[in-house]
């Protein structure tokens, strides 16, 4: 017996409410996403996990120049260049993911390179621009092709802009402190 219901409202301060067949962003699923299609190049002999991020983004650009030419594949989708958290850069939609990235220079380091586990999801954002340097397939429309097509998933979208066609889709929900959630910053303005 499978198990299909929704809860909750599609949008903030409206009525109505999810469904089973509602759409909801992928989020940090997105982090999954991502890792498999670096295997998947690292399967196919396109990169290696200790490639160096500036051997295909030169101008990837950290607040520090050694730290920027030893950061590597691995260390990206391990959370281990020690990065203060910048959610904030998320929520000013006129930026692209290399913008983010340029941006990146700007963020202070919270713990040591490599001395530890620190969250962060623009590094993610800059693995999704090493699949574009290597396989020149924009982020989506390998995530698109590559698993969501592979699996048969017509109804995962890498993005709010493909799932314009759909009504039925939940905008995101979060605390806000007036703009933005609490705790994040804009950086390099």
């Given amino acids: 017996m499978r198990f299909s219901q929704g809860y909750g409202v599609l949008e903030v301060g409206k009525l ?14 997105t982090k999954a996403f991502t890792s ?7 399967d196919e002999g ?49 930026y692209d993911q290399r ?7 700007y963020l202070k380091p919270a713990v040591g390179f490599r001395t530890g586990f620190n969250y962060a999801n623009q ?6 621009l090493i699949d574009e340097a290597v396989t020149g397939k924009s982020w989506d429309d390998f995530i698109t092709e590559r698993i969501f097509n592979a699996l048969n998933m017509p109804r995962s979208f890498s ?3 493909r799932i314009s066609d759909y ?21 390099g303005t």
């Fill in 16 to 29: 109505e409410a999810v469904n089973a067949d509602t759409i909801f962003a992928i989020g940090s699923t």
């Fill in 36 to 42: 498999a299609f670096i295997g998947m190049l690292v």
């Fill in 99 to 105: 913008e983010l990235m340029r941006r990146m220079k």
């Fill in 123 to 128: 590094q993610y954002g800059v693995a999704g």
């Fill in 167 to 187: 009504k039925n889709f939940a905008s995101p929900h979060a605390v806000l402190d007036e703009t933005y959630p609490a705790g994040v910053r804009f950086l």
């Fill in 159 to 161: 993005g709010h802009d």
């Fill in 46 to 94: 396109k990169l290696v996990w200790d490639d160096p991020v500036v051997k295909h983004i030169p101008d990837f650009q950290l607040y520090d120049d050694w730290v920027t030419k030893n950061v590597t594949v691995r260390d990206l989708l391990c959370h281990r260049l020690g990065l203060e958290r910048a959610q904030r850069l998320y929520y000013h939609r006129g």
